[in-house]
């Protein structure tokens, strides 16, 4: 079970009033797996699923180099980090915002990883603005962080 905090991702107002555009700021999960995210920064959206052979995790970070991206394994603790910093395209210049939701800076998701997974054999890649991180399952846990690049 998850309880999910929303709030409003912006002052949009529809002609009756009405607010639209609510995000996730902070979501809290009971059981396996947890999603968590730090508390500076900002939280690309992530999926989590599981076939018959690996644990998928898929990231929205579209703007994001991936070259700038960190992702770690932590074994002992079943937790797959991703660290990573979306560039403001135009910092430094003069501009009047009318509305912003495009979030840049920093970023740090800890995604707790539901079974034990083969770090060697692990990989990601960039696709269509979707960070994809595959983790073969394993039943033998490899000792200490492992480092994942992505091709």
């Known amino acids: 079970m998850s309880f999910t905090f929303l709030i409003p991702k912006s002052q949009r107002f529809i002609s009756n009033g009405t607010r639209i555009g609510w995000r996730s700021v ?16 900002f939280s690309p959206p992530v999926d989590l699923y599981e076939t018959e052979t690996e644990l998928v995790v898929r990231m929205e970070i579209a703007g994001i180099d991936p070259t700038t991206v960190d992702i770690m394994i932590i074994q002992d603790q079943q937790l797959l980090v991703i660290r990573g910093r979306r560039s403001d395209p135009a910092a430094g210049k003069p501009r009047k915002y009318h509305n912003m939701e495009i979030e840049c800076g920093e ?3 800890q995604i707790r990883l539901p079974r034990i997974v083969d770090q060697d054999d692990s990989s990601a890649h960039y696709e269509d603005g979707f960070l994809v991180v595959t983790l073969p399952k ?14």
């Open 138 to 151: 394993s039943s033998l846990p490899d000792p200490g962080p492992r480092t994942v690049p992505i091709e």
């Open 107 to 109: 970023f740090s998701r």
């Open 26 to 41: 902070t979501t809290l999960s009971f059981g396996n797996p947890s999603l968590r995210h730090a508390e500076t920064g």
